[in-house]
């Protein structure tokens, strides 16, 4: 079973994770970690804060000579505005009068957190609300992915919507996905991208945000991940719950979705065929590759909602937490949108939950004792 604990505080020293339960023998890629990593940074609509970082994972255990040992692995990547920040960060020395927050911005984390924790200072809760957690997801899900990648399973995503702005195609097949990596928004169309980036900056120049719909496909699934046999095995309640987790994303749909159940059962559902060279196979995928909560050997499809960014650089009205007299909501600086920064955190917790998923049917202490299993 694979198991991530995260830590690290935004404007913190660093972003930490222990990735438990990942097999022996696996060859990781330190290039495609990090390749990864700026991928999430990546994407038009990023606001100051990613012209900062430059994200680069530090294994400090679990890894000998770029191969796992099964141990747990543990890793960091470093905050470089932590240096910007020591005089409010620092554990021991930080001035807790640094920088302190008391205006709560309708749709974060801050005023149910501070009434939760018991603060007065929102700034405790900003720092591990914030989406820079996002970092270590996006490290454990591309070392978790190197597992899928020995069986020749791979993954792509694509931005469908931003703001207003959608692609027309209703269905994108797995292939056509490889021209969103060319796209500053992650749209394989460029007549769409231009649309998008324009809506971006229309937004921008308001001092509003947006957000949007993502689509990630992973194909080359076997058949069986998951199980029908209980709620906690399944699939798609697997993955609802891992991508439902990421900040900002309020809706999940697995395949046809939402417009699936207004269809009649004759439209909707995928009928089955057998050919002796092909096995059993669908010639639609309505479904999204997931059947009573395990793969069905189709491609899996998934789609995540996105709401806007909730810091605005025309502040919303709140109210000040200490005076309760109305005033504008905090801001510093921010993400205009940061859909296509979370169609790769989608990939990732996708990844995460399918490795898991994989090691649960094929064996899960060494990726030599997995190719056997595979094999049979
Ligand atoms: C990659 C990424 C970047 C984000 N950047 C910002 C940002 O710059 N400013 C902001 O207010 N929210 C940003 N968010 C969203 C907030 O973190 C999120 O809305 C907040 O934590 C509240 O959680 P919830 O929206 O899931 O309820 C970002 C989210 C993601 C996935
Ligand atoms: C740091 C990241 O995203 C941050 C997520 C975020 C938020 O409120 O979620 C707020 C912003 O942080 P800051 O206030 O430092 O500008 C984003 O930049 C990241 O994606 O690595």
């Given at each position: 079973m694979l198991r991530l604990l995260t830590a690290g505080e935004s404007h913190g020293q660093a972003v930490t994770g222990i990735l438990e339960g990942m097999p022996a023998g696996v060859r990781l890629s330190k290039e495609k970690i990090n390749s990864y990593l700026s991928k999430r940074q990546s994407?038009?609509?990023?606001?100051?804060r990613m012209k900062i970082e430059k994200d680069c994972i530090q294994i400090l255990?679990?890894?000998r000579g770029g191969i796992t040992l099964g141990s747990p692995i543990s890793f960091m990547v470093v905050n470089k505005d932590y240096e910007n920040w020591v005089e409010g960060m620092?554990?021991?020395?930080?001035?807790?009068?640094?920088?302190?927050?008391?205006h709560p911005r309708p749709g974060h984390a801050d005023l149910a957190g501070a009434l939760k924790y018991g603060f007065d200072d929102m700034r405790h809760v900003l720092e591990r609300s914030s989406?820079?957690?996002t970092t270590a997801r996006v490290a454990a899900g591309s070392i978790a992915g190197h597992i899928l990648s020995n069986f020749n399973i791979e993954w792509a995503s694509h931005v469908r919507q931003i703001g207003s702005v959608s692609i027309r195609e209703k269905e994108v097949a797995f292939d056509a996905?490889?021209?969103?990596?060319?796209?500053s928004v992650r749209c394989i169309c460029k007549q769409t991208e231009e649309e998008m980036i324009k809506e971006i900056d229309t937004a921008k120049a308001k001092g509003d945000t947006l957000g949007g719909i993502i689509e990630v496909q992973i194909s080359g699934l076997p058949v069986?991940?998951?199980?029908?046999?209980h709620w906690d095995r399944k699939l798609d309640g697997k993955l609802a719950s891992s991508l439902m987790?990421?900040?900002?994303?309020k809706a999940v749909e697995i395949g046809d979705g939402f417009e699936g159940v207004v269809q009649s059962g004759s439209l909707i559902h995928d009928e089955i065929f057998y050919e002796e060279k092909k096995g059993f196979y669908h010639k639609t995928n309505h479904a999204g590759g997931i059947e009573g909560g395990m793969s069905n050997g189709e491609v899996l499809i998934v789609r995540c909602g996105m709401k806007p960014i909730p810091t605005l650089m025309k502040p919303l009205k709140t109210v000040?937490?200490?005076?309760k007299t109305p005033h504008d909501a905090a801001v510093e600086r921010s993400d205009t949108c940061a859909v296509p920064a979370a169609a790769i955190v989608a990939e990732a917790a996708a990844i995460f939950v399918l490795a898991d998923a994989f090691m649960e049917t094929f064996?899960?202490?060494s990726m030599k004792e997995m190719k056997e299993r595979w094999k049979k």
């Open positions: 994407g038009y609509g990023r606001g100051g255990s679990g890894v620092d554990p021991f020395e930080g001035n807790l009068n640094y920088k302190q927050v008391h989406a820079r957690e996905l490889k021209k969103a990596e060319h796209s069986g991940l998951g199980s029908y046999t987790s990421i900040q900002g994303i000040d937490f200490h005076q064996g899960a202490d």
